[in-house]
């Protein structure tokens, strides 16, 4: 049986993964000469972008969703089992009784085919962002490999293999594509952490990172495999309706049985699927919830790791600190973009009948990671260490609608999201820049930052408002608004006053690190500088970097080191200030009900 392939459809990742492949074989087969590390930087750069052109061709076509990789037609819907009734009672479905029966096809039906790989607004907007992202990210990796201290080429192919990840998980609509597209984008990483061979700073990162994805895929593939034994698919709109149709088959009792222990009755359309743990079928079925309530954990378990969800968040500052700024800023928001997509598709599409299970336990994560990451971030002092703690509640606050159980607030996560995404990329982008002139990096290094440098002191506390939710950075307020909406209607008001008390503590870090921008330096204080923040904004400044062995801070190459990095702090200021001046951009790009499957 030959089955087609919708290639357009499949087209960002496979763009993204002919692109890994072509720079590999370009460091492979090139002269070592000066022209081909920026070279290979354009190639990775050309192809995110033609990535993204192809996703904004498909969000600009109308009809209906992408769809490939789909179960072929004649099996089109799962084997479905119609129980041995009681004498007297004759089956009013199905070919076969006491055994397993076959149900009408697609064509018959109009079911639309269970699919593996699906192109709708859900995919179409954590693929936009994860590859709008990916140009940032590609942009600090151009200026952290200007040193030579790092292999371009494998920096490139496995940053090329974590945005291939990344572009198709939200477009996954089984549980095997779903697992192995969110390995695709953390096995990288730590990879990439562990690149700066001689750094011990950043191989304890890539240890620690590593560890953790180990832990955290072996218990998702352990609720993952529960959920296919409790339902006998991996289909997650198959795992949806079995859920449904096992709560709503009626039971019809037999002799010598009480009501409460007949055999399920097949009427209409409505079937049980055969369920792997149901192995007798001339007995009532098994009661499946506890299975599935400990599969719900485990999977919200798994996924907590990802996004460093409290209490899986041990790991954050440490790989945060020790990892080049330009993974610690993959890490925040193209790995915990894709995490939650993840975390979205099976909550919501596959288990959203089983809410009442997953609900509480997803906010009562929610208030604990925004209050410990706030709590956490309030004793840093180095910039990297700030920002990862400030990742982790801001993954509280994203995490927060989804407690809500319905459509909208899993829009107003995705709103949060796109917004954080801009905010905190453009932090990490002037991060990468004084990290470069400074051995520490800590937040003393950055007290008249913008005297010295009146282009990036301004950027970056301009980013700081955002994520405090402050006047003139009005992205962030907005974010937040959209969330104590859903919050307060949704049901879950106390939630709403721990992200406001929340809230108020993040704005004192936040506020305190902007102050230092605009506090002159006292004199004679050489505050960890090693060289004058060149003035970015006067082209002809350039800077001579230095870097203690070990001290897990960036090097660079003047010129020719700096330009990328500004070209990505004014991307992202100007997204962010689009995004403050005209919030309805973001909101427009979410449709009702998530988009999933539409």
Not at 13 to 31: K, N, R
Not at 124 to 133: D, E, H, I, K, T
Not at 281 to 287: A, I, L, V
Request: proline share 7%; charged share 10%; hydrophobic share 55%.
């Amino acid at each position: 049986m030959i089955q087609s392939i919708d290639y357009f459809a499949v087209a960002p990742p496979l763009v993204l993964a002919l692109a890994a492949g072509l720079v590999l074989l370009l460091d492979a087969f090139l002269p070592r000469r000066p022209y081909v590390r920026p070279m290979l930087g354009v190639v990775t750069l050309a192809g995110v972008l033609t990535a993204l052109g192809f996703v904004v061709a498909q969000a600009s076509r109308s009809g209906e969703a992408l769809r490939t990789f789909c179960v072929p037609e004649g099996l089109t819907t799962a084997p479905r089992i119609v129980p041995a009734l009681p004498p007297g009672v004759r089956p009013t479905t199905g070919k076969l009784t006491g055994t397993i029966a076959v149900a009408a096809s697609g064509p018959e039906t109009g079911a639309v085919p269970s699919c593996s790989f699906v192109v709708d607004d859900f995919t179409l907007v954590f693929a936009g962002l994860a590859l709008a992202a990916g140009i940032v990210v590609v942009l600090l990796s151009m200026t952290l490999l200007a040193s030579g201290e790092i292999p371009v080429g494998e920096w490139h192919f496995l940053l090329l293999c974590t945005l291939t990840g990344a572009v198709a998980l939200p477009a996954s609509r089984d549980l095997i594509m779903l697992v192995v597209a969110l390995e695709l984008v953390s096995l990288p990483v730590f990879a990439l952490t562990g690149l700066r061979r001689h750094d011990g700073r950043a191989s304890e990162a890539a240890v620690k990172l590593f560890l953790v994805s180990v832990v955290s895929t072996a218990v998702t593939l352990f609720g993952v495999s529960l959920l296919y034994g409790a339902t006998g698919t991996v289909h997650l709109d198959r795992l949806a309706q079995v859920l449904r149709e096992r709560a709503a088959v009626p039971a019809v009792p037999g002799p010598g049985q009480a009501a409460g222990d007949a055999l399920p009755q097949v009427t209409g359309t409505t079937e049980a699927y055969v369920s792997a743990l149901h192995l007798s079928y001339d007995s009532p079925p098994p009661d499946l919830s506890s299975v599935l309530a400990v599969a719900v954990v485990l999977v919200l378990a798994g996924f907590a790791f990802k996004v460093a969800a409290v209490p899986f968040h041990a790991w954050a500052g440490d790989v945060y600190q020790g990892a080049p700024v330009p993974v610690a800023a993959l890490l925040s928001v193209i790995s915990k973009a894709a995490g939650f997509a993840g975390l979205i598709l099976i909550l919501v599409t596959a288990l959203g009948s089983e809410a009442s299970t997953w609900g509480p336990p997803v906010a009562l994560v929610a208030a604990l990671t925004m209050t410990v990451g706030n709590l956490l971030a309030l004793r840093q002092r180095h910039a990297v260490r700030l920002l990862a703690w400030s990742s982790v509640a801001q993954s509280g606050y994203i995490l927060a609608p989804l407690a809500v159980r319905d459509d909208e607030a899993t829009g107003a996560s995705i709103a949060y999201l796109v917004f954080y995404a801009a905010m905190n990329l453009g932090a990490f982008a002037v991060v990468m820049l004084v990290s470069r002139r400074v051995a520490r990096n800590e937040l003393d290094d950055y007290r008249g930052l913008a005297f010295r440098d009146p282009v990036a002191g301004p950027a970056l506390a301009f980013f700081l408002l955002c994520l405090a939710g402050l006047p003139p950075g009005l992205a962030g307020l907005f974010a937040k608004i959209v969330v104590f909406r859903e919050l307060v209607g949704g049901g879950v008001a106390w939630l709403a006053v721990v992200m406001a008390v929340n809230t108020v503590i993040g704005l004192y870090y936040y506020v305190a690190w902007a102050a230092r921008i605009f506090t002159p330096a006292p004199r004679g204080a050489s505050q960890g500088v090693v060289s004058d923040m060149p003035d970015i904004s006067a082209p002809g400044a350039v800077a001579v970097p230095e870097n203690p062995v070990g001290s897990g801070e960036e090097t660079g190459g003047g010129r020719r080191g700096w330009l990328p990095v500004v070209v990505a702090i004014g991307l992202t200021v100007v997204v962010a200030l689009v995004f403050s001046v005209a919030p309805q951009v973001v909101l427009d790009l979410l449709p009702g009900g998530a988009g999933i499957g539409r």
